[in-house]
């Protein structure tokens, strides 16, 4: 799809269909819905003063512009944006994608969006752009029949008085961070046949040659030589060898303190059965996207390296299938993890942390200092949280702020469940240092917990993502499957960090 920029005025626009947001209860006879009263010929006052629209929030309502009217668009699409106080960036990426699905669905292969936001100009056109792409991804891929064939080719996003280059400026981040939401949507989505751990290196491979990223990719054999016992007994037993991706973005002529090292690491079990703690057969078709801690991962290292950040970051995947055979770790089994810690193995299916654990040993090996982890960890957290709030854990309030805080400026929700020491009890083994699992009681915590005894001497934050990286359900904004959460809220905190650089 051709992204574009433009400033107005919305007369002029040369496409099949407009899209402007209409706040709840606007009136017809003010200010600029006044003016698009009169170019669309009176019909948006018909609608508002019938109060077959009022601007409630994701309200549609679609013409054909005929006659008496001074757009050049053939179409006009309003869509309720809700109360202006509410209306901040993730309601303007729902907004949009609202709209480009809607127009889509109607055979428009050329649109303008208003988003009409007060404030940073090119923040509200990037945020535009990530709401396109986020909406146009669709699931079905490998569909044959009854596939969605309907394509928007040309989306023009128009803010009216915007300061020169400033739409220009966000409609390229938004393309670059939109793109990367579906790269990770896509990861997430294809089948652990098609996406096994050396299928997700291959992915990183053609990320860091394309965009200029550095990269390592650790086998088995280095693994072992490092010592990565916890991880490497969930590889066991699977006949998919286990890798280890690692991503770093470095800066041109860097000239900030190098001694701090911003790093993501992502759960990348691309297909989770269980191993020998067997899930039931009941939905394990989705537990190929038990690797989209790690897509998260490449998805954002593959927009760092395009938006060029004045800081580094690292970015490590550790990769793995979780398969019951001969050769599989067994409940009771007692395995030694890269920092010499032992772990008492309760549950096969308790898989993610194992593999973690190594990976953020390694990160801090490389010199990380400041560490977020994400993952589809726990069932729990779908439990306590549902699929609208993802769980913040960790051993950084300020960290875990402004995790919080950046995921509500980009329309991210995340909930801080707490950590204290005595929930680590829980896991204390008779036999070994610690155990994998702390039994039925605060599952999301306790697991957080082990990974906890792996992260000492950093700073450290722990997502967990099990309930809000898979939508069940298709919203008008968004298809159903894979989301993408998490991406936008990193890049922001990337972001961030290099204004404070």
Same mark, same amino acid.
């Not at 979780?322 to 898989?351: C, F, Q, R």
């Not at 499957?481 to 998490?486: C, E, F, K, L, V």
């Given at each position: 799809?051709?992204?574009?920029?433009?400033?107005?005025?919305?007369? =002029?626009?040369?496409?099949?269909?407009?899209? $402007?947001? $209409?706040?709840?209860?606007?009136?017809?006879?003010?200010?600029?819905?006044?003016?698009?009263?009169?170019?669309? *010929?009176?019909?948006?006052?018909?609608?508002?003063?019938?109060?077959?629209?009022?601007?409630?929030?994701?309200?549609?309502?679609?013409?054909?512009?005929?006659?008496?009217?001074?757009?050049?668009?053939?179409?006009?699409?309003?869509?309720?944006?809700?109360?202006?106080?509410?209306?901040?960036?993730?309601?303007?990426?729902?907004?949009?994608?609202?709209?480009?699905?809607?127009?889509?669905?109607?055979?428009?292969?050329?649109?303008?969006?208003?988003?009409?936001?007060?404030?940073?100009? =090119?923040?509200?056109?990037?945020?535009?752009?990530?709401?396109?792409?986020?909406?146009?991804?669709?699931?079905?891929?490998?569909?044959?029949?009854?596939?969605?064939?309907?394509?928007?080719?040309?989306?023009?996003?128009?803010?009216?008085?915007?300061?020169?280059?400033?739409?220009?400026?966000?409609?390229?981040?938004?393309?670059?961070?939109?793109?990367?939401?579906?790269?990770?949507?896509?990861?997430?989505?294809?089948?652990?046949?098609? !996406?096994?751990?050396?299928?997700?290196?291959?992915?990183?491979?053609?990320?860091?040659?394309?965009?200029?990223?550095?990269?390592?990719?650790?086998? =088995?054999?280095?693994?072992?030589?490092?010592?990565?016992?916890?991880?490497?007994?969930?590889?066991?037993?699977?006949?998919?060898?286990?890798?280890?991706?690692?991503?770093?973005?470095?800066?041109?002529?860097?000239?900030?303190?190098?001694?701090?090292?911003?790093?993501?690491?992502?759960?990348?079990?691309?297909?989770?059965?269980?191993?020998?703690?067997?899930?039931?057969?009941?939905? !394990?078709?989705?537990?190929?996207?038990? !690797?989209?801690?790690?897509?998260?991962?490449?998805?954002? !290292?593959?927009?760092?390296?395009?938006?060029?950040?004045?800081?580094?970051?690292?970015?490590?995947?550790?990769?793995?299938?979780?398969?019951?055979? *001969?050769?599989?770790?067994?409940?009771?089994?007692?395995?030694?993890?890269?920092?010499?810690?032992?772990?008492?193995?309760?549950?096969?299916?308790?898989?993610?942390?194992?593999?973690?654990?190594?990976?953020?040993?390694?990160?801090?090996?490389?010199?990380?200092?400041?560490?977020?982890?994400?993952?589809?960890?726990?069932?729990?957290?779908?439990?306590?949280?549902?699929?609208?709030?993802?769980?913040?854990?960790?051993?950084?309030?300020?960290?875990?702020?402004?995790?919080?805080?950046?995921?509500?400026?980009?329309?991210?929700?995340?909930?801080?469940?707490?950590?204290?020491?005595?929930?680590?009890?829980?896991?204390?083994?008779?036999?070994?240092?610690?155990?994998?699992?702390?039994?039925?009681?605060?599952?999301?915590?306790?697991?957080?917990?082990?990974?906890?005894?792996?992260?000492?001497?950093?700073?450290?934050?722990?997502?967990?993502?099990?309930?809000?990286?898979?939508?069940?359900?298709?919203?008008?904004?968004?298809?159903?499957?894979?989301?993408?959460?998490?991406?936008?809220?990193?890049?922001?905190?990337?972001?961030?960090?290099?204004?404070?650089?």
């Amino acid at each position: 799809m051709q992204v574009e920029a433009n400033r107005g005025p919305i007369e =002029e626009l040369d496409v099949q269909a407009l899209a $402007v947001a $209409v706040f709840k209860n606007e009136k017809s006879d003010e200010g600029f819905i006044k003016k698009l009263d009169e170019l669309s *010929g009176g019909l948006v006052s018909s609608a508002l003063e019938a109060e077959e629209f009022v601007g409630k929030e994701g309200e549609t309502c679609y013409f054909h512009l005929v006659g008496n009217n001074k757009l050049k668009a053939r179409r006009l699409l309003l869509i309720g944006a809700g109360e202006p106080d509410d209306y901040k960036l993730g309601e303007i990426s729902q907004l949009v994608g609202t709209a480009v699905r809607s127009l889509r669905s109607k055979n428009a292969k050329s649109i303008a969006v208003v988003p009409r936001a007060s404030g940073n100009a =090119e923040e509200t056109a990037a945020t535009a752009v990530q709401g396109a792409f986020i909406g146009l991804f669709d699931p079905d891929k490998y569909r044959t029949v009854e596939k969605e064939q309907k394509t928007i080719d040309r989306l023009v996003v128009v803010i009216e008085g915007a300061e020169d280059g400033a739409v220009e400026r966000g409609v390229e981040t938004g393309r670059i961070v939109g793109e990367a939401i579906n790269f990770t949507r896509d990861l997430a989505n294809e089948p652990g046949a098609y !996406m096994t751990p050396t299928d997700m290196a291959e992915r990183a491979r053609e990320i860091a040659n394309e965009f200029g990223l550095s990269i390592d990719v650790l086998d =088995e054999a280095r693994m072992e030589q490092e010592g990565m016992g916890s991880l490497l007994s969930v590889a066991r037993g699977s006949d998919q060898p286990a890798k280890l991706i690692i991503l770093k973005y470095t800066p041109a002529n860097a000239t900030v303190d190098s001694s701090e090292l911003l790093t993501f690491v992502g759960k990348g079990v691309t297909f989770d059965s269980g191993g020998i703690s067997l899930k039931p057969g009941e939905n !394990m078709e989705l537990m190929k996207y038990d !690797m989209t801690g790690g897509a998260t991962v490449l998805g954002a !290292m593959r927009a760092i390296a395009q938006l060029k950040p004045p800081i580094p970051v690292l970015g490590v995947a550790p990769c793995t299938e979780n398969l019951p055979s *001969g050769k599989a770790t067994k409940p009771g089994d007692v395995v030694k993890a890269m920092t010499g810690k032992t772990i008492e193995i309760i549950n096969t299916d308790a898989e993610g942390r194992l593999i973690l654990a190594d990976a953020i040993a390694y990160a801090k090996k490389l010199g990380a200092t400041k560490v977020i982890d994400m993952a589809t960890l726990t069932g729990a957290v779908s439990i306590a949280l549902g699929d609208v709030n993802a769980a913040v854990l960790g051993t950084d309030q300020e960290l875990i702020d402004e995790i919080i805080s950046a995921g509500r400026e980009v329309g991210e929700k995340f909930w801080q469940l707490p950590l204290d020491k005595e929930y680590s009890k829980q896991i204390k083994s008779d036999i070994a240092d610690i155990k994998n699992v702390g039994g039925r009681k605060a599952g999301t915590i306790t697991a957080a917990a082990f990974l906890k005894e792996f992260a000492d001497g950093i700073s450290w934050a722990h997502l967990d993502i099990a309930g809000t990286a898979w939508g069940d359900d298709a919203k008008p904004y968004r298809s159903k499957g894979p989301t993408g959460i998490a991406v936008r809220t990193l890049l922001r905190i990337v972001d961030r960090a290099s204004k404070q650089a």
